[in-house]
């Protein structure tokens, strides 16, 4: 029963984090541009961490809160949705060529801490779909089933996101890295943006609803 526990939470896990958003693309974005793999931790753990709390929230409900007040859904829309075009033009007027790590051209631990916890904690699809998913799933089991199928989520988030810094720095160190890396700045700002414009029309529609 532990073993289909962990599984469950496992692939739930893997079909939630997959999908291509703007925390994925800052992770990986960081991982390529930063002067070594080190320097990319904070974003690791920032992002790690973040989606801890998440699951945890979710494994003890309060994504009904969330869901229950609409303006809180409506603030957490309008807040991303400025905070995602900030961020993509960040990642839009990045240094794309040779980072040196003797300058600090390239994004501080704080700025990492900031941007990857604002990318995770206030996308409200995140805590409405990956909370609320999680949440709803973790409901049919029973402790201590429920704390393995929240080990297997927490495992792949980890492992996730530790699998997309290590493949942005391969990436960051091909011998065709100065030239890619303006073509995956450009892309990942263009990406954070249109998730932007749809979290813009998701707060002006829910504003009908407040």
Do not use: K
Request: aromatic share 14%; net charge negative; with cysteine.
């Amino acid at each position: 029963m532990y073993f289909n526990a962990f599984m469950h939470g496992v692939a739930l896990a893997i079909g939630l984090i997959l999908a291509l958003g703007p925390q994925n693309v800052f992770v990986f974005q960081q991982g390529a541009i930063q002067p070594n793999i080190t320097r990319a931790l904070p974003t690791v753990l920032t992002a790690g961490l973040s989606d801890t709390l998440l699951i945890l929230l979710g494994v003890f409900g309060v994504s009904a809160v969330v869901i229950e007040f609409a303006w809180l859904q409506t603030t957490l829309f309008g807040v991303g949705f400025i905070l995602l075009v900030y961020i993509g033009w960040t990642l839009y007027t990045a240094p794309a060529v040779e980072v040196n790590p003797c300058t600090e051209e390239f994004l501080g631990i704080r700025e990492q801490i900031g941007f990857t916890a604002s990318v995770s904690l206030l996308n409200p699809h995140a805590i409405l779909d990956t909370v609320g998913v999680i949440g709803t799933n973790a409901l049919t089991y029973a402790t201590p089933n429920r704390w393995v199928f929240t080990a297997g989520c927490l495992l792949v988030s980890w492992t996730w996101f530790s699998g997309l810094v290590l493949t942005g720095w391969a990436f960051g160190e091909s011998t065709n890295a100065d030239s890619l890396m303006q073509y995956l700045n450009v892309i990942s700002a263009g990406i954070v943006w249109i998730v932007a414009v749809y979290m813009g029309w998701q707060f002006i529609e829910s504003l009908a609803v407040v």
